[in-house]
């Protein structure tokens, strides 16, 4: 009889991802194992079926031969088995991240990735919207060197864990399923120090204090990430090392707010040159510029400076400057000062509303206010 095509075995399309294929036959795995399916012939028959199906598709070279060649073509590369017995390896390399990882090669020891490391760098605006290149210290984990990483004293080595065999895990029987588990007596590595290296113990690693140099872009900002690829842990087992991640936080300024590109400051200014008008300096991450101020000029009055601002690590595009006026009442008046700024405020006031435009407008609308109220 002819063999079922491949992807209608399992259940999805021609372009089906590796994620799909993979979740398909987990599916019919559990449905026709045969330690679920005792004394079942055809529900042994669909399972072989689907553990063909899954080793041609799951193997990127086997699936392009099969989509050109069909079954003939795998037919002239065959020698793997189909047969239930070989379910261990192929269940424990689908269901592997759920009951603890895929199995090693036998006798080998499993290498494992060392960890990212996250360290928290603060800056000033300054140092942020220039770059510069800063110098940290960081606590980490790092391979010994008396050992050169293995664990076992110079002139030793591991030896193959007799529990798991070397494989690092071993097989459980739940009912009828046959699960994995990392290896109780080697954690997982596959073999077991019997002659510890004294520098780390038995380890591989050793807490060490690393001085790196960081070479900040201009124009970070808080939450950005600055990624020191290898620079994390060591690996275990001669596993790589992880990475370490950067993260800035802009410590606030005493004179300005930075909103991406853009910054904002406040102008205190005198109640004569909000009236008169006149010059102020205004200071930039770039040194001063003078800010003309109008005559009349009223507190909480805004100025943009076009491309006064600062760049991004993202945009190199600069910003601008917001500049807030805040009009300034004097304090710690000499009794003649107070004289003269009540002549003043009789003057202005036999002017009306022209001198006060803001407040005879707000005048009127309480009035209109409470004459709705009353009404």
């Not at 070397?166 to 399923?177: E, H, I, P, S, W």
């Not at 077991?192 to 290296?197: A, E, L, S, W």
Request: hydrophobic letters at 30%.
């Amino acid at each position: 009889m002819a063999k079922r095509d491949y992807y209608d075995v399992l259940s999805v399309t021609r372009d089906a991802s590796k994620d799909d294929i993979k979740k398909s036959y987990r599916r019919l795995a559990m449905k026709f194992h045969p330690d679920r399916n005792k004394n079942d012939a055809g529900a042994e028959k669909k399972f072989k079926e689907a553990k063909e199906a899954y080793e041609a598709l799951s193997d990127s070279s086997k699936r392009e031969t099969y989509d050109r060649f069909g079954h003939e073509g795998l037919n002239r590369n065959s020698g793997s088995s189909s047969g239930a017995e070989g379910f261990g390896d192929i269940f424990g390399d689908v269901f592997g991240d759920i009951f603890g990882g895929g199995r090693s090669g036998g006798g080998r020891s499993q290498v494992f990735r060392g960890a990212d490391l996250l360290h928290k760098l603060s800056l000033n605006l300054e140092e942020a919207i220039s770059g510069d290149s800063i110098t940290i210290d960081i606590p980490t984990q790092v391979s010994c060197k008396g050992c050169s990483g293995s664990g076992a004293r110079k002139g030793s080595k591991p030896s193959k864990c007799n529990t798991c065999d070397g494989v690092g895990q071993v097989r459980m029987q739940q009912g009828f399923f046959s699960i994995q588990q990392t290896c109780p007596k080697c954690q997982g590595n596959g073999t077991v120090i019997t002659d510890p290296c004294s520098d780390c113990y038995g380890k591989g690693r050793k807490s060490k204090i690393k001085t790196l140099s960081v070479k900040v872009p201009p124009g970070v900002d808080t939450g950005d990430r600055i990624r020191l690829t290898g620079e994390g842990e060591a690996g275990k087992n001669g596993g790589p090392a992880g990475d370490l991640y950067v993260e800035i936080n802009v410590n606030s300024h005493k004179i300005f707010e930075r909103d991406g590109p853009n910054i904002a400051c406040e102008v205190p200014i005198s109640i004569l040159t909000a009236s008169l008008g006149g010059e102020v300096a205004l200071p930039t991450l770039n040194g001063s510029v003078s800010l003309k101020i109008p005559t009349g000029t009223q507190s909480g009055k805004i100025f943009r400076l076009r491309g006064k601002g600062v760049s991004t690590a993202r945009e190199k595009r600069i910003g601008d400057l917001y500049a807030t006026i805040s009009v300034e009442t004097p304090v710690n008046l000499t009794k003649k000062q107070e004289k003269l700024l009540k002549e003043l405020y009789l003057s202005i006031g036999e002017g009306g509303d022209k001198h006060s435009p803001r407040a005879g407008g707000w005048l009127s609308s309480v009035k209109n206010f409470f004459d709705r109220i009353a009404s």
